[in-house]
């Protein structure tokens, strides 16, 4: 056999690869965003109190590391829908006063929609163009470093020029890792779709939660 020949079943055993990791993260994806969105609305239907909000949040955080240990595991997935419950849960008080606006309930479809929009269409352009967009690693990490330390600092300040910047930079940076991280699956920079879904969860929570705080901001007192 060649080496051209060795070569090209070389690349379409990757190929290969690479799709099963693409179809297992999008369908593990799916089934994480769904239990999502039924913890929520538990959580909201419960009345949950923004201290239990607090706890899902820090408890799901933790649950974050063990997903990464155990990602290469058969539990691997047990895990994942337990950060997923976690973190949807933990949405629950926020969905709450924001359904209590007289405008919430559109406000709150419009950032799932906005979501799903910016999503699908970052998502298909990276499958699509099959574009590397590994250059963006540094500057997503700075962006991120600057978003944490700015809302941190806002708990204590409270300027609401400040949470419209941070909520912008958010819906800016999030959109970059998601090309980043389905750009990373396309190219065999991830391999463990356990761990690619959780990225990419990450991403559209984040986004969904700070699109919807700019939407509330210019649009809560319609």
Sequence with gaps: MSYRETSNIGTLSQGVEINKVLRNTYFL????LAFSAVAAGISMAMGMPAIGAIVCMIAGIVMLFV????AD???????VFGFAGLMGASLGPMLLAYAGLPNGPSLIM??????ALIFFGLSAYALTSRKDFSFMGGFLMIGLLVIVVAAIANIFLSIPALSLTISAVAVLVMSGLILFDTSRIVHGGETNYIRATVALYLNIFN??????????????DD
């Design 29 to 32: 994806l799916g089934l994480t």
């Design 67 to 70: 997903v990464h240990k155990k």
């Design 73 to 79: 595991s058969a539990s691997g997935i047990f895990w």
């Design 110 to 115: 419009q950032a799932l929609a906005g979501t």
């Design 207 to 220: 986004l969904f939660v700070h699109l919807l705080q700019l939407l509330g901001i210019f649009g809560g």
